[in-house]
């Protein structure tokens, strides 16, 4: 039997073009070594160090047991991990190799293209989630806040997830690929020591804890913090970060090119 | 399909400098031209990847820019190179694309027919170029498109690879798929094509069926070529 190459022509159903890109981004990644180091050893690396070792306790992580502090902390790091340097450096290589080009003339569409990618940085945060949940439970870590808290983390993960996807989504649009996996790897390691990831903005000199505290770090990790060491929704955080991502996201709608 | 005074520049020269031709529906039709001629440019301003400095363009009746999304899954595009990820399987990758169409080709035919199932599990940076290419037109044609877009199609295929590919946009047409491609290699023009536009310095300077143009025959399509192309360059 011959095939009949008779048009018929059409879009698949947007949450399918959608489920099938986030699948296929999820499977890339997996298979990409570095970035499983950059999503799960260092932040699962990091978590083991200050909460199992005791370095945690000579470390500015502020007043409490060393593990309580940490684990938020490492969670906000996840996040920064998944969403932005990882999403950047995938989507810089994507337009360099001409991937992007390809998918701008299939039907997927920009808000397929968006939501896929989202999509596929959500399913990775989960499983980072888990294990380092899993880990800080099992190195004794003792939340507070109970519902609260729960919807705080939550909450800071997707207001997180969505301004650092646009700074990655801005950055590997205007840089080329090789600048945005050195500016993405660079801005991982200035905010992780310099942007209140790691380190409570109060620990901080006073001069520049201002500047600090505007950062999306500074209020990704804080509000994780406040949400599982103080058990209050950080709608203060949230609002920051839903400001930059609404900038960042602007900025990336003006910039993007399907080239 | 309709190019009316297409104008595109990038900076201050123009790649494509009041181009204008029409493509009629379920024919082969030709771009030939020197490099940097303008064939890329006006092909991917159908595409919608170049926008128009002046001039309009129309494929299917819509507007490949402002009418992007609905017109997409009406067009098949083989890119020049690239255009998948180093590290999908050839497969993997036909099978993501084929799921962005509502009715896709059946996969293993079309598997059988490009000569794709020793490599489908091949990482894509692994491919050999003539793979890469028959992976690149399985990506085009397998939405079941209108209209076929071809960027040299069969560089760096051995000579059975090109038959093949022949054979299958000759089978396109047949069943009513528009073909626009691109090449350098007059041969299969001649061949092909219902309609050969040559363009050059970003402007058509001859169109015609490949009959009229070699006066029926009586020179071939390469002479024609060399001649129209060296007169334009002086």
Redesign the interface.
């Known amino acids: 039997m011959s095939t009949t190459y008779v048009p018929r022509p059409g879009s698949a159903p947007w949450h399918r073009k959608v489920y099938s890109h986030a699948v296929m981004e999820f499977r890339l990644l997996l298979r990409n070594g570095e970035q499983l180091l950059l999503a799960l050893v260092i932040p699962l690396g990091l978590l083991l160090l200050l909460g199992g070792t005791g370095l945690g306790d000579r470390l500015p992580l502020g007043d409490g047991p060393a593990v309580d502090l940490a684990v938020p902390r490492v969670l906000a790091l996840a996040v920064l991990s998944t969403s932005f340097t990882s999403l950047a450096i995938a989507t810089g290589f994507e337009r360099r190799y001409g991937v992007i080009k390809r998918l701008g003339a299939s039907p997927l569409s920009r808000t397929g293209l968006l939501a896929g990618k989202i999509g596929s940085v959500l399913a990775i945060q989960v499983i980072q989630l888990a294990v380092l949940i899993g880990a800080g439970f099992a190195l004794g870590w003792n939340p507070v806040g109970g519902a609260a808290a729960v919807f705080g983390v939550l909450l800071m993960v997707l207001c997180g997830t969505a301004a650092f996807a646009s700074l990655g989504l801005l950055m590997a649009g205007v840089l080329r690929a090789e600048a945005t996996l050195a500016a993405a790897n660079l801005l991982y390691l200035l905010l992780l020591v310099g942007g209140a990831i790691m380190t409570p903005v109060e620990e901080y000199p006073e001069g520049l804890q201002g500047v600090v505290r505007l950062l999306p770090s500074a209020a990704l990790a804080n509000g994780l913090a406040n949400s599982t060491l103080e058990g209050v929704v950080p709608w203060a955080a949230a609002l920051s970060l839903a400001l930059w991502a609404g900038v960042l996201g602007y900025l990336v709608s003006r910039t993007f090119r399907w080239d | 399909m309709e190019i009316d005074n297409l104008v595109v520049r990038y900076g201050e020269k123009a790649a494509v400098d009041g181009l204008s031709l029409t493509v009629t529906g379920g024919t082969v039709t030709s771009v030939l031209g020197p490099n940097g001629a303008g064939k890329t440019t006006t092909v991917?301003s159908c595409?919608?990847?170049r926008r128009p400095d002046s001039g309009q363009v129309r494929v299917l009746g819509l507007d490949p820019i402002a009418d992007?999304?609905k017109l997409?899954?009406?067009?098949g595009?083989m890119?020049q190179?690239?255009?998948?990820?180093?590290?999908?399987r050839a497969l993997?990758m036909l099978r993501?694309?084929a799921?962005?169409?509502?009715?896709p080709?059946?996969l293993p035919?079309?598997i059988e027919?490009l000569d794709l199932g020793t490599c489908g599990r091949t990482p894509y940076r692994r491919l050999s170029g003539g793979q890469k290419q028959r992976l690149s037109l399985a990506?085009a044609?397998v939405?079941?498109?209108?209209i076929v877009f071809l960027d040299e199609p069969t560089t760096g295929l051995d000579p059975h690879g090109r038959r093949e590919i022949w054979q299958l946009i000759r089978?396109?047409r047949d069943?009513?798929?528009t073909v626009v491609l691109t090449t350098h290699a007059m041969d299969e023009a001649e061949q092909l094509s219902d309609q050969v536009h040559v363009v050059s310095a970003g402007k058509v300077i001859a169109s015609g069926t490949p009959d009229v143009l070699t006066e029926h025959g009586a020179k071939s399509l390469e002479d024609v070529y060399l001649a129209l192309t060296a007169r334009e360059s002086k």
């Open positions: 991917e595409e919608g990847f992007h999304d997409m899954p009406r067009i595009v890119l190179e690239g255009g998948a990820w180093s590290g999908v993997e993501y694309v799921s962005l169409h509502v009715h080709l059946d035919a079309l027919r990506m044609i939405g079941r498109p209108e089978d396109l069943d009513g798929v």
